[in-house]
């Protein structure tokens, strides 16, 4: 971690007199957003998923947050899912509302115009895995443990893991773990490409802030345009998306990116992004 972490802006009194259970801490660019209720694994409740969804769309529109990383606190736990207790006592309106939440959390990671990294750090298991597959790129400690049991409690994955696992990895993959509630470990999640990279857990978050720090120094308007693009490959005709993509490629042309990036080449120097 870089010398210029600051300590989380976010902590404080909640609304009912307790601590905030989500942290959002800035280091070079990159904002790392840590869930922390390490009593419950990380298990998000209602008011630690709105809260997170909360910051997520404040770091969306946020400039100084150039790529988001999200994590979770303890060694144990990235997220154990939706707080099981809580949700035992939904009626039907309720449970759609709670899974509309975490499609919200969901969305924002997937759509911000901005690199999302999860740094998976113990269990990532239903909505904790989903928050996870709804990143860009996903890292995992050795010793993490992902996967989506809803199954054994009767229900389904219901904040988007139905659709980005299958994305993610094959159908045939997705359902097997959906339908079994097999949990998997890093190992078989990188060969999967459930996860990106697996790395030592003490070395999980400084590999990816290497990464996040990387990404936050490339232009931010290109990134934008990459993320946009690369997120229509799973959907829509191919076609209409080759033709976005080169739409999009031209209209970069216009950004002092694209001259900076390509002159800082030709003079054989480092290009210096501003966003624009
Ligand atoms: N909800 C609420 N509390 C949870 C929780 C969850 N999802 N996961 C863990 N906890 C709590 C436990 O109840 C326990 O609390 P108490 O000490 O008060 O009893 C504490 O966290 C520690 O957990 P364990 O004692 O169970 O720890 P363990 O190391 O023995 O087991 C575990 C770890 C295998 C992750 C186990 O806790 C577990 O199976 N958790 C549930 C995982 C799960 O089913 N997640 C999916 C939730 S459904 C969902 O997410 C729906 C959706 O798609 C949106």
Redesign the pocket.
Known sequence: MGETWFPPRDRGEAEEGGRLSVSVAFDAGVAVVTIDRQ???N???LPTLTELRDRLRELADDAGARVVVLTGAGE??F?????????SGLDVGEAKE??AL?HEAGRLLETMPKPTIAAVNG?A??????LALACDLRYAARTA?L????I??G???????TQRLARATTLGYAKELIFT?R?VDADEAERRGLVNAVFEPADLLAKTMEVATLLASKSLVALAAAKAACNRALQGGHAENLEAEVASFGKLFATEDAKEGMTAFVEKREPNFVGR
């Not at 298991?125 to 989903?130: K, Q, R, S």
């Not at 229900?155 to 893991?161: H, Q």
Request: with cysteine.
């Open positions: 009593d419950a694994l298990a998000l409740d144990k736990a997220a154990a899912g939706a707080d099981i207790k809580y949700m709670w899974g975490g269990f298991l239903g909505g904790g895995c989903e443990k996967g989506q049991p809803e054994n409690l229900i389904i994955p219901g904040w988007g893991g509630g949990v």
